[in-house]
């Protein structure tokens, strides 16, 4: 079970901001670290944020001997990067939204942000592109049954099995 994750912004309060527009929560400075990091809060049972750093922080192990935290370094970006497009990364997440899929979509469209409608087989979600770098697969309520009934253990143990057939099957 996830609790939180962390992206890397170009602009960490804006995008706090609006993952918490997003969830119905709230956004903080993250002053734990003071290097221009925000988190955002669901308010749900668990207690789920994302903590939205600066796109040229660093996460390293501190040097403590029984370390209390981790330290988060800064490299100046060069100027030339400033021009370049976002950072694309594999990093991505699913998370549920109290909105409806078209205000999940008028929120992303306020921003600028690839927002869209797609299907993953057996669910639907709405892409929605955080500063058209990190993808967040939105699952508004209706979509949020779908997801969770197709993401079991169960239905992945019969989808590998099926695989498996068609493929020995297939030779």
Known sequence: MIFHISIPTRNPENVAK???ELWGGAAFPFFPHRNESWVAFAGDDRNSAVECY??????APS??????GFQVLRSPP?????DQPPRRSAV??????????????ALGEREGWLTRFAQRGMF???ELWIENAIMF???????????????TLDSWHKAVAAFAARQ???G
Do not use: C, G, W
């Open 92 to 105: 991505h997440a699913a998370v549920a939204t109290p909105l409806t899929q078209a205000e999940v979509v």
């Open 168 to 170: 020995a099957e297939t």
């Open 137 to 151: 697969e939105v699952l508004p309520a209706e979509q949020q049954a779908e997801y969770l009934n197709s993401q």
């Open 54 to 59: 600066p796109q040229d922080a660093l996460i």
């Open 18 to 20: 609006v993952i918490a």
């Open 63 to 68: 040097e403590e001997e029984f370390p209390t």
């Open 124 to 126: 639907n979600v709405v």
């Open 78 to 82: 060069a100027e030339a990067d400033q």
